[in-house]
């Protein structure tokens, strides 16, 4: 089955430590994306990656890191610099630029990080 | 500046009848548009889209109409079902380049 997988569902941190959300998916996509959602709010974008080796920033990046080492991961560091890290985190994937003009994004199930 | 906005947070509708919901953006660019469910505790699911070509698209009980002039878009459930009852977010993009999201309507459908 295609899909996107996130582990784990729920984790949970001390504060002033560093957590890695995992994010694979086997759908083929070239496009991944991490997004960030709080109680009652929309999704805020954190980091994305259009292709292998490369990611730019979202709206939200500051205390997080990524990589994209292989085109089927792509890992979400959530560093003690990150505020306010307890929330709902989302990955997605999508078809990349050249594979056609209209491409919708495709959601991971969802990790829920609690920082303690 | 919030680039796609939904006014209504919440929207209760009765078993049977139809649910609206609406959307507006300001980015005139945005020329891909799309609708996601969400149910607590999960990730969104796609539900229907639409491009800026057309002005509607349907599919089973779901219809997105599209006004450009007025930067607008909505969905239209009909009939409405309890199974409905979620978290309906609807984004945008540019050449399906990094959407953006609104912060979602709660729809609940009442037997």
């Known amino acids: 089955d295609g899909g996107i997988t996130q582990s784990p569902k729920y984790l949970f941190r001390k504060e002033g430590q560093n957590v890695t959300l995992s994010c694979e998916q086997n759908?083929?996509?070239?496009?991944m994306y991490w997004y960030r959602q709080d109680p009652g709010q929309g999704l805020r974008l954190i980091y994305y990656?259009?292709?292998?080796?490369?990611?730019q920033k979202g709206d939200i990046a500051e205390g997080y890191s990524v990589s994209r080492e292989k085109k089927e991961s792509f890992p979400l560091t959530v560093t003690s610099a990150q505020k306010n890290p307890t929330a709902f985190y989302l990955c997605?994937?999508?078809?990349?630029?050249?594979?056609?003009?209209?491409?919708?994004?495709?959601f991971g199930p969802g990790t829920r990080l609690t920082v303690l | 500046d919030q680039q796609v906005k939904q006014n209504s947070p919440s929207l209760s509708v009765q078993e049977g009848r139809i649910s609206i919901l609406n959307c507006d953006y300001t980015?005139?660019?945005?020329?891909?548009f799309l609708w996601y469910k969400k149910y607590p505790a999960e990730g969104p699911t796609f539900l229907i889209s639409?491009?800026?070509?057309?002005d509607k698209n349907e599919d089973g009980r779901f219809t997105v109409f599209l006004n450009k002039s007025a930067k607008h878009l909505s969905l239209h459930i009909v009939p409405s079902q309890p199974g409905d009852s979620a978290v309906y977010f609807c984004?945008?993009?540019?050449?399906?380049?990094?959407?953006?999201f609104g912060p979602g309507t709660r729809l609940s459908v009442l037997p």
């Open positions: 997605a994937s999508s078809n990349g630029r050249g594979q056609g003009l209209y491409n919708e994004q495709f």
């Open positions: 759908l083929n996509h070239d496009a």
């Open positions: 990656s259009q292709i292998v080796n490369d990611f």
């Open positions: 980015n005139s660019m945005f020329d891909y």
């Open positions: 639409i491009s800026s070509i057309k």
């Open positions: 984004a945008a993009s540019v050449w399906s380049q990094n959407f953006v």
